[in-house]
């Protein structure tokens, strides 16, 4: 008996617009745990990149332990990241989180680095003379000037995390990863095509608020570029 001409999900079309309709709370459900995964996962890294950068440019002989531990994490496959972290945390969100956090502290902590390396300076050396403190000089100097490199790091960051969390679907917890993974087993083209097109949307949205937040707090650099 041959499907209806109308009906897209018998025919298992790639784009279907009954698929949205009927599984519209499935999709949100996958978006949300997405957005929740990738976030708090670039969240806890920028928490632990920030001090492991300002350690490295205090201390000069710190930096190239910090930069070699964080680029050899990143070089792990991510299954197998996720397997020698199984042991600790199980078969949970956590191990989702803790294999993100692992991975995105290389690109924060070197952008972060890259900009702190950056500051003039000259303009470290007026700062003292106007008795500013390392710690106020960190704050309102060192690491305002630093944002557009940690920026650009924070953003590729979190776009490599949202593509990221798809693979936590081998353990259930994958966001948009978890349709794209049983999609792909059943050859389900619809789910495929829409939870794969969901990802780059977030991925795509991600990057542009970032780099709003990053215009914001940078204004000294509109005002640069906009100079003839």
Known sequence: MTAPP???????????????????????DAVV???????LSVLIALVVAVP????????????????????????????AMFSLLLPVYGLSASLVV???????????VRNILAGLRAVPEDTRQ???GM?????????????PLALPAAMAGLRIATVSAVSLVTIGAIVGFG?????????????????????????VVIAIA??????????VLTPWERARAARP
């Open 126 to 128: 007026a700062a003292r």
């Open 206 to 215: 991600a990057d542009l608020l970032l780099l709003g937040v990053q215009r």
């Open 131 to 143: 008795g500013y403190g390392p710690i106020r000089l960190l704050l309102t100097v060192e690491l």
């Open 98 to 108: 803790a294999g993100l956090v692992l991975y995105s502290l290389t690109l924060l």
């Open 52 to 79: 492991l950068a300002v350690l490295a440019r205090r201390w000069g002989w710190a930096a190239g332990p910090v930069l070699a531990l964080t680029t050899v994490l990143y070089t792990i496959p991510s299954l």
């Open 33 to 39: 745990q997405h957005l929740q995964l990738t976030s």
């Open 175 to 199: 966001g948009l990863g978890n349709l794209i993974y049983t999609g792909m087993n059943t050859y389900f083209k619809a789910q495929v095509l829409t939870a794969s097109v969901l990802c």
């Open 6 to 28: 109308d009906d897209c999900l018998a025919r298992n079309e790639w784009i279907c617009g009954e698929y949205l309709s009927t599984r519209r709370q499935i999709l949100l």
